[in-house]
C-alpha cells in the first residue's frame, strides 16, 4: 500500500497531476455518499455546491478521515448564519505521512513528509423572488512534498433551484476554479475543474432522498455519474449510501467481495439536541477501506 502513496506522490511531482488534495475525502458525509448529493444540504458543501449551504445553523463541526497507509484527514468548519446569507468558515488538512529519503544513489537520506492545507471561506444566499439559492467559495490551498511546496487560490460558484412541485431540487456548480501561486516545477500544473450538474428528489413512499450527480471534470472526456441517498429513520437517525461509475475501473475479478464493495460508501448520522454525530466508511476495492467521524454542536 505504501508503494501506492509514493506512485501517487510520483505523480504529483513530475505528472502535472498537481492538488490532488482538492478531491479527497475529508468528511464522513461526503465520503459516504461518494461525492454525490451536490445539492444536499451540509457543512462541506462547499467543494461540490456552495448554495447547498443555505439555511445551515450556526454550529461547529470536526472531522477526521483514516486512509491506508497512515494517511489522516482532518476538518473543521464553523457556520454563522445572517439575516440573508450564511458564511461558512472551513480549514482541512492531509497529512500523506513519512517517507524515507533517497538520493540519487539510493543511499537513505533523512524522512521526510508531505501534506495538503486547505483554508476555505464560503457563503450561501436566496433570490428573494425566484425559488433559487446561489453560493460561492474561495480559499488558499498549500501542498508540501520534502523542500518542495505550491500553492494555489481556489474559487467555486453554484446554485440551486428548488422545483417544489416536483418535490426536487437541481444544482449547477463549477468547482476548482483557480490561480496557481507558486508551482513545484516549471511545468504547467493542472487543476481538477469540473462543472457538477446535481439533482434530488424526495421520494413519496420512502423516508429516502435520492441524489444523482454528474461530474463533469474538463479533463476527461466522460463525465463521471455518482449516485447516493439519505434514509431518514427514527430516532434522528440518517442512513447514507453511495457508489458511482468509478466501480468499473477498481472492479478487479480477483476478489468477488472486494467488486462488490468497491467504489461504495455508507454512513449513518445521529442527531441529538444540539449535538451530532456521524461515521462513514468506503471501500477503494483492491486499494482497502478509509473510515471516518465527525462531531458537532449548534451554538
Same mark, same amino acid.
Given at each position: 500500500?505504501?508503494?501506492?502513496?509514493?506512485?501517487?506522490?510520483?505523480?504529483?511531482?513530475?505528472?502535472?497531476?498537481?492538488?490532488? !488534495?482538492?478531491?479527497?475525502?475529508?468528511? $464522513?458525509?461526503?465520503?459516504?455518499?461518494?461525492?454525490?448529493? /451536490?445539492?444536499?444540504?451540509? +457543512?462541506?458543501?462547499?467543494?461540490?455546491?456552495?448554495?447547498?449551504?443555505?439555511?445551515?445553523?450556526?454550529?461547529?463541526?470536526?472531522?477526521? +478521515?483514516?486512509?491506508?497507509?497512515?494517511?489522516?484527514?482532518?476538518?473543521?468548519?464553523?457556520?454563522?448564519?445572517?439575516?440573508?446569507?450564511?458564511?461558512?468558515?472551513?480549514?482541512?488538512? *492531509?497529512?500523506?505521512?513519512?517517507?524515507?529519503?533517497?538520493?540519487?544513489?539510493?543511499?537513505?537520506?533523512?524522512?521526510?513528509?508531505?501534506?495538503?492545507?486547505?483554508?476555505?471561506?464560503?457563503?450561501?444566499?436566496?433570490?428573494?423572488? %425566484?425559488?433559487?439559492?446561489?453560493?460561492?467559495?474561495?480559499?488558499?490551498?498549500?501542498?508540501?512534498?520534502?523542500?518542495?511546496?505550491?500553492?494555489?487560490?481556489?474559487?467555486?460558484?453554484?446554485?440551486?433551484?428548488?422545483?417544489?412541485?416536483?418535490?426536487?431540487?437541481?444544482?449547477?456548480?463549477?468547482?476548482? @476554479?483557480?490561480?496557481?501561486?507558486?508551482?513545484?516545477?516549471?511545468?504547467?500544473?493542472?487543476?481538477?475543474?469540473?462543472?457538477?450538474?446535481?439533482?434530488?428528489?424526495?421520494?413519496?413512499?420512502?423516508?429516502?432522498?435520492?441524489? *444523482?450527480?454528474?461530474?463533469?471534470?474538463?479533463?476527461?472526456?466522460? $463525465?463521471?455519474?455518482? @449516485? /447516493?441517498?439519505?434514509?431518514?429513520?427514527?430516532?434522528?437517525?440518517?442512513?447514507? @449510501?453511495?457508489?458511482?461509475?468509478?466501480?468499473?475501473?477498481?472492479?478487479?475479478?480477483?476478489?468477488?467481495?472486494?467488486?462488490?464493495?468497491?467504489?461504495? /460508501?455508507?454512513?449513518?448520522? %445521529?442527531?441529538?439536541?444540539?449535538?451530532?454525530?456521524?461515521?462513514?466508511?468506503?471501500?477503494?476495492? $483492491?486499494?482497502?477501506?478509509?473510515?471516518?467521524?465527525?462531531? !458537532?454542536?449548534?451554538?
Amino acid at each position: 500500500m505504501r508503494s501506492i502513496v509514493y506512485s501517487f506522490l510520483f505523480n504529483i511531482l513530475f505528472a502535472g497531476v498537481t492538488f490532488p !488534495g482538492l478531491e479527497n475525502w475529508y468528511h $464522513p458525509h461526503r465520503m459516504a455518499l461518494t461525492g454525490a448529493g /451536490g445539492a444536499i444540504q451540509n +457543512i462541506t458543501a462547499d467543494v461540490v455546491n456552495p448554495a447547498a449551504l443555505w439555511m445551515l445553523p450556526r454550529q461547529f463541526e470536526a472531522s477526521f +478521515i483514516s486512509y491506508p497507509a497512515d494517511i489522516t484527514a482532518q476538518s473543521v468548519h464553523l457556520s454563522l448564519p445572517g439575516k440573508e446569507s450564511v458564511t461558512v468558515y472551513g480549514l482541512r488538512h *492531509l497529512n500523506y505521512g513519512l517517507f524515507s529519503g533517497r538520493d540519487e544513489l539510493n543511499q537513505e537520506t533523512e524522512n521526510y513528509s508531505a501534506a495538503d492545507t486547505w483554508l476555505n471561506w464560503a457563503a450561501a444566499g436566496h433570490s428573494s423572488r %425566484w425559488p433559487l439559492v446561489w453560493g460561492i467559495s474561495a480559499g488558499i490551498f498549500i501542498s508540501t512534498i520534502e523542500a518542495k511546496q505550491a500553492a494555489l487560490f481556489t474559487f467555486s460558484a453554484g446554485a440551486i433551484v428548488d422545483l417544489k412541485k416536483l418535490n426536487s431540487k437541481l444544482g449547477v456548480s463549477l468547482i476548482n @476554479l483557480g490561480s496557481v501561486i507558486k508551482n513545484y516545477s516549471e511545468k504547467e500544473e493542472e487543476l481538477p475543474t469540473a462543472v457538477v450538474i446535481s439533482i434530488t428528489k424526495k421520494l413519496a413512499y420512502l423516508p429516502l432522498t435520492f441524489s *444523482l450527480d454528474a461530474y463533469n471534470r474538463f479533463s476527461l472526456k466522460m $463525465p463521471e455519474i455518482r @449516485l /447516493g441517498g439519505v434514509f431518514a429513520l427514527p430516532y434522528q437517525l440518517q442512513l447514507k @449510501l453511495g457508489t458511482s461509475t468509478n466501480r468499473l475501473q477498481q472492479s478487479t475479478s480477483q476478489s468477488l467481495s472486494r467488486d462488490f464493495f468497491a467504489d461504495s /460508501g455508507f454512513g449513518v448520522a %445521529w442527531i441529538y439536541e444540539n449535538y451530532n454525530f456521524e461515521t462513514g466508511v468506503y471501500s477503494y476495492g $483492491p486499494g482497502g477501506w478509509i473510515s471516518g467521524l465527525a462531531v !458537532g454542536i449548534k451554538f
